[in-house]
């Protein structure tokens, strides 16, 4: 049987964009979440949020939204569909991906993205240096998670000499870890 998931951009409402109001934003915030912590109930298998900067999303940072509803729910799976490795230190990452897994009971799931055109200009960001950026970060995310111990030497965001910090009987590799490659 096919599980429903739901996929979450987290939209900036249109009033917001125009002219912002903490009040109202707080509001937008407390309704997502309660409306997240109800999809559980509502018989959904889990929710992707999404990574995206400078626009209309207010999901720039998915791993904060996972941590606000781990602690809601108790059997929903919570993910990241297009964490941007490009955008972050990989060392960072491997440990918001080790906090998230304890967090949430290891309902955990990430998927990654080279990131779009669109944000990686707003940065200066060519999608060529994304690219090799996003394979780098991969490299060490996958060997972080595979592996106690890792020492890597590359770029200066990327060394990483770390040991990733796993819930406890956690399996050495999650297969759930998903590379998107475009």
């Known amino acids: 049987m096919i599980k429903p998931w739901i996929f979450e951009f987290f939209a900036t409402p249109p009033e917001l964009i ?51 509803v781990a602690v809601r729910t108790k059997k929903l799976r919570l993910g990241v569909m297009g964490m941007v490795p490009p955008y972050h230190s990989p060392w960072r990452l491997v440990e918001e991906i080790g906090m998230l897994d304890h967090l949430t009971g290891g309902r955990l799931e990430i998927g990654t993205s080279a990131g779009i055109p669109p944000e990686m200009a707003q940065i200066g960001l060519s999608v060529e240096e994304s690219r090799a950026r996003y394979d780098e970060a991969v490299e060490i995310i996958d060997r972080a998670l595979a592996e106690r111990r890792i020492r890597r030497n590359g770029s200066p965001s990327s060394v990483c000499r770390r040991r990733a910090r796993r819930r406890a009987g956690a399996p050495k590799y999650r297969p759930a870890f998903i590379r998107r490659t475009k």
Request: no cysteine.
């Open 18 to 68: 125009e002219r912002f109001d903490p009040a109202a934003s707080l509001r937008h915030f407390n309704a997502y979440l309660d409306l997240w912590t109800s999809a559980e109930a509502a018989g959904f298998e889990g929710i992707f949020f999404s990574e995206h900067h400078f626009g209309a999303s207010y999901s720039p940072s998915p791993n904060l939204l996972i941590a606000a």
